[in-house]
């Protein structure tokens, strides 16, 4: 795992995209706040608009961003954040971006996001008031099973063939909010 500060610096310039990388302090508090408020208050998380899917594959909520839909057409903070993450890769193609909720109980599987080696995953982690006594990490599966702590603003990395999961919540009331870019490399 390679860990980038960019207040330290930014070099994205992703030297081999076999590895897991770890990106804090890429987004300036104002947007963490901002895509906070507008993933936890969401009105497809208050009013029930999400996938019900039940599983045990996928968190328990899901909303699908990119291709948009009527749900969150005017949300404007996700292709934001796709046009901040995306600037160093090499061509590529957005496939997707989606909103995962994942309650205290809900454990989630290994799972790929694609299965050939052109794909990549990014994930950003939305709650702002978070706990570290809540876990709720990512386990990515690469050359061995390593996790990814939960920190608000954070982004990782990775290859969407490596297998991973959501860790859920411990003791907390809020639902561990991620979002999912995800594109296919040219």
Request: charged letters at 15%; hydrophobic letters at 40%.
């Amino acid at each position: 795992m390679i860990h980038i500060d960019a207040s330290k610096g930014l070099d994205l310039t992703f030297k081999t995209l076999n590895e897991v990388y770890v990106i804090d302090n890429l987004f300036p508090e104002w947007f963490i706040e901002y895509v906070h408020a507008h993933t936890i208050w969401a009105p497809a998380w208050l009013f029930g608009r999400t996938s019900g899917d039940n599983t045990g594959e996928l968190p328990a909520f899901s909303q699908q961003i990119f291709p948009p839909n009527a749900v969150n057409a005017d949300n404007n903070c996700f292709d934001m954040m796709y046009q901040a993450l995306s600037k160093t890769l090499p061509p590529h193609n957005l496939t997707e971006i989606v909103v995962n909720g994942q309650q205290s109980f809900h454990d989630t599987v290994f799972h790929q996001d694609c299965e050939d080696d052109a794909g990549l995953t990014f994930i950003y982690y939305v709650n702002k008031d978070y706990n570290p006594e809540w876990g709720g990490g990512t386990a990515i599966e690469y050359d061995n099973v390593t996790t990814v702590d939960f920190v608000p603003g954070r982004v990782a990395l990775f290859k969407g063939m490596y297998y991973h999961k959501g860790c859920s919540f411990v003791n907390s009331p809020e639902l561990r909010t991620t979002v999912a870019i995800k594109v296919a490399l040219l």
